[in-house]
């Protein structure tokens, strides 16, 4: 079956039927049926001749065809056992890709790439099961797999805040993560009429580009991210208050208030309104004072 035959809604009617397939709630299950997002999702994601593409729960094979026609090749990791019989035959016309049938979360990316792609950065693109969007990006940032770009679909208020900066309503530890590893993009909304069956909340695509190395320099990654982690955990506290009270940071109040103070900021200060830059100095500076 050819690309776009499945993205119009009839043949995706058609293949569900002939294989009796249920949809299940758990693992998130939203199929795309509008052929101008799938474009969309396979310009923005630049995808090149020479690209070994990752593609996270490929589902009915819907936007698996347009990869299989744009990359190199295609790995597509699907947990829904009741699916791969049914991506069988709608991927038969295409010997560049293979299907894994596991949880996303426990594949070892980095194995992969390897044995894949000689180590070299994959594109992930993914019309992803909204229930875990944050473990898998944080999953495929933090364990530095090789990547170059993540293109996915996620709910709408997921793209914007990890596109957003200090003094918005949806600022917090996710877009701070997000904008340590890659530059954020959305490419655009999508309304819930464009997937079968229609979810409940707005979707954005959002491209997330690596950036080559990190633009704060920290001398210590995991205590940068606890004390991002600490300053939202309690939302209406201060920054000091927040740090003081997390459970995985045991940082001296004086060296809470000095660190505070070199940033140039106020005793009442709030995380939420500290830059990423702003939480690297503070970072550095109780790291070399906790040393
Ligand atoms: N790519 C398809 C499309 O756009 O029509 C399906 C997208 S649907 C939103 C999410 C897909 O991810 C489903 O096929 C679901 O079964 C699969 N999925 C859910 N949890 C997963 C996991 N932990 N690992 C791999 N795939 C998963």
């Not at 052929?35 to 995808?47: E, G, M, N, P, W």
């Not at 947990?79 to 049938?101: A, G, H, M």
């Amino acid at each position: 079956m050819r690309k776009a035959a499945l993205g119009n809604p009839q043949n995706t009617i058609e293949i569900l039927r002939k294989y009796q397939f249920t949809f299940q709630k758990k693992f998130g299950q939203n199929f795309l049926i509008d052929t101008h997002v799938l474009d969309k999702i396979i310009r923005s994601a630049k995808i090149t001749k020479d690209d070994l593409v990752l593609e996270i729960g490929p589902g009915i094979g819907t936007m698996t065809q347009y990869l299989a026609e744009a990359a190199r090749r295609v790995i597509a990791v699907e947990i829904d056992k009741n699916l791969i019989p049914i991506l069988s035959d709608t991927l038969r016309e295409y010997d560049n890709v293979k299907v894994i049938n596991e949880d996303i979360l426990k594949v070892d990316v980095r194995k992969l790439a390897e044995e894949e792609n000689e180590g070299k950065p994959v594109k992930v693109v993914a019309n992803l099961p909204y229930y875990i969007t944050t473990p898998i990006i944080m999953g495929l940032f933090e364990s530095h797999v090789p990547v170059d770009s993540i293109t996915v679909m996620v709910q709408k208020e997921v793209a914007q805040r990890m596109q957003t900066g200090p003094g918005n309503k949806d600022y917090g530890a996710l877009s701070l993560a997000v904008q340590y590893y890659a530059e954020p993009y959305i490419v655009a909304n999508v309304p819930p009429n464009c997937f079968m069956p229609r979810p409940k909340v707005g979707s954005a695509v959002i491209r997330l580009t690596r950036h080559d190395s990190p633009p704060v320099q920290v001398k210590d990654e995991r205590l940068l991210f606890d004390i991002i982690r600490a300053s939202f955990n309690q939302r209406r506290k201060t920054l000091a208050n927040g740090l003081r009270n997390s459970g995985s940071l045991d940082i001296p109040r004086e060296i809470i208030v000095e660190a505070i103070e070199q940033l140039g900021k106020g005793a009442e200060v709030r995380g939420e309104s500290l830059t990423l830059e702003e939480f690297a100095r503070l970072s550095n500076y109780i790291e070399e004072k906790i040393q």
